[in-house]
């Protein structure tokens, strides 16, 4: 059977293999390499004789890979990700010119902390260039990143998938947002207040275990949770409407959700570490010109990040 070492094979063909395993769909994938329908069409012909296999059969969700496919998945990365460094991190990236969409693993907190200044920065040296956001459980990521839909993940990973490099942009600390009209709640919180009170809790995946304030339940026992969610920026509406409700956010967060009339924050009174966000890719793009742009921007931008 033939495999990726033998040399016959068309290194070209690679990044038909690569898009179609990624979008499931031929003109989705063609539209993503900027070739036309019956190319890709012509190119998986291809690909089906040389590995003597289907490689992707039509189903009613669209084109699902073969367990062959899938075997051939890692490796048909490994060679794109070896080509690309030898050959674009000597071509370069032009930021001025390129039409890139970059893809950006972010929750709808890190949209709110990152967007506005990286949006700012990006459309000033990279002007044709677009972004889009994806929100996907934590178990996905390094699946998300390694498969190309995502350039970067942006922020708090409590559990680093292994074979992501990682750099860290800063880190922020935690404070307890309150309703203003909650009478029994002073200048301070007290720890029996604390502990006393009903909790929002906010984790991507639903588990106590994940969620970014975590530490306070292993360090200081488990608190009443009444509710938890994977969303950040419905937490200030619903203590808004339910007074007896607070919760533990970063800071950063926190100063934006004063935005609320009926919301204010107070010192957290248990000690809680400060939390690093960082920025996570795949070795696959680790040499790749445009994701090391990417990654230059993302840290320029937030070097000097206040509080």
Do not use: W
């Given at each position: 059977m033939n495999d990726l070492h033998n040399s016959d094979l068309d290194l070209n063909l690679l990044p038909v293999f690569d898009a179609l395993i990624r979008v499931g769909n031929v003109s989705r994938a063609a539209e993503d390499l900027s070739m036309s329908q019956s190319a890709v069409s012509h190119a998986l012909k291809r690909l089906r004789?040389?590995?003597?296999?289907?490689?992707?059969?039509?189903?009613?969700?669209?084109?699902?890979?073969?367990?062959?496919?899938?075997?051939?998945?890692?490796?048909?990365?490994?060679?794109?990700?070896?080509?690309?460094?030898?050959?674009?991190?000597?071509?370069g990236f032009d930021a001025a010119r390129s039409n890139r969409v970059f893809s950006l693993l972010l929750t709808d907190m890190g949209e709110l902390i990152f967007l506005p200044r990286l949006i700012a920065r990006l459309r000033e040296t990279?002007?044709?260039?677009?972004?889009?956001?994806?929100?996907?459980?934590?178990?996905?990521?390094?699946?998300?990143?390694?498969?190309?839909e995502g350039d970067l993940a942006l922020g708090s990973l409590h559990a680093v998938p292994d074979g992501l490099f990682q750099q860290q942009l800063f880190t922020r600390?935690?404070?307890?947002?309150?309703?203003?009209?909650?009478?029994?709640?002073g200048e301070t919180l007290s720890r029996d207040q604390f502990f006393a009170m009903e909790h929002i809790v906010v984790s991507l995946s639903g588990k106590l275990e994940?969620?970014?304030?975590?530490?306070?339940?292993?360090?200081?026992?488990?608190?009443?949770?009444?509710?938890?969610?994977?969303?950040?920026?419905?937490?200030?509406?619903?203590?808004?409407?339910?007074?007896q409700l607070i919760a533990t956010v970063?800071?950063?967060?926190?100063?934006?959700?004063?935005?609320?009339?009926?919301?204010?924050?107070?010192?957290?009174?248990?000690?809680?570490p400060p939390f690093a966000i960082r920025q996570h890719w795949h070795p696959r793009v680790h040499h790749d010109a445009a994701n090391i742009w990417l990654r230059q921007q993302v840290k320029q931008t937030f070097d000097t990040a206040p509080e």
């Open positions: 004789l040389f590995f003597g296999d289907p490689l992707f059969l039509k189903t009613g969700a669209g084109m699902q890979p073969t367990p062959r496919a899938l075997e051939l998945r890692g490796p048909v990365l490994s060679v794109m990700g070896t080509v690309r460094g030898e050959l674009l991190v000597r071509e990279a002007p044709h260039c677009t972004l889009r956001t994806l929100q996907v459980p934590m178990r996905q990521v390094q699946g998300v990143l390694e498969s190309g600390s935690f404070v307890t947002i309150v309703n203003r009209r909650n009478s029994d709640i994940d969620a970014y304030d975590a530490i306070v339940d292993e360090l200081d026992g488990p608190r009443r949770i009444y509710l938890m969610t994977p969303h950040f920026l419905t937490v200030p509406m619903i203590i808004e409407e339910n007074p970063p800071r950063e967060l926190a100063t934006k959700f004063a935005g609320y009339k009926s919301i204010r924050m107070v010192a957290t009174p248990v000690p809680v």
